[in-house]
């Protein structure tokens, strides 16, 4: 499955989100998904908007960079990186 492709402005990722869960934290399966475990609960967007802040700061973008373009609703997320390649997305979130 390849969750990180390539974009002309930057980067899609998706990610497999867990919103209630104990801590934040990234998770980089074997077969190469990832996942994103948030506290916030799956109301009101409140874990979408977590999702994109918190892989912002592990990413080291700002923020507005991070953008939800698919999978509102669902577990499974698309996300839009702007101004980062695939390769820099790997290394940051600690894959090869």
Request: hydrophobic fraction near 40%.
């Amino acid at each position: 499955m390849n969750t990180i492709s390539g974009l002309d402005d930057g980067t899609r990722l998706t990610v497999r989100a867990q919103p209630r869960a104990s801590r934040n934290a990234i998770t980089l399966e074997p077969d190469g998904r990832v996942r994103v475990a948030i506290t916030e609960p799956p109301v009101d967007d409140a874990a979408n908007a977590a999702v994109c802040r918190f892989l912002a700061k592990q990413i080291g973008v700002p923020a507005r960079d991070v953008a939800l373009i698919q999978g509102e609703r669902s577990r499974d997320k698309v996300l839009h990186i702007q101004g980062v390649s695939p390769q820099q997305v790997r290394e940051r979130l600690g894959g090869q």
